[in-house]
């Protein structure tokens, strides 16, 4: 599965490095990260890493492989 998470704000270059499995990019006032989640407990622990560092998912969606 490939997922997309959309959270407010640009996010450093050093929060970035938090989540190592996923790219990302700098969209509208927005940091886009993508990229392979495992299974649903992957994507619960992703969404508690964003979470823990104080960024605020706006979005999040599957996509295509």
């Known amino acids: ?6 959270v ?3 996010v450093s270059e050093t929060l970035t490095e938090s989540f ?4 990302h990019v700098v969209m509208s006032g927005q940091t ?3 990229g ?3 299974d649903e407990a ?3 622990g992703l969404l508690a890493r964003f ?3 104080g960024l605020t998912v706006v979005e999040m969606r ?3 492989e």
């Open 32 to 34: 886009v990260f993508y």
């Open 62 to 64: 599957r996509i295509p």
């Open 1 to 6: 599965m490939r997922y997309e998470i959309r």
């Open 20 to 23: 190592p499995e996923m790219e």
């Open 8 to 10: 407010d704000g640009q």
């Open 51 to 53: 979470q823990a560092v």
């Open 36 to 38: 392979p989640v495992v």
């Open 42 to 44: 992957h994507l619960y």
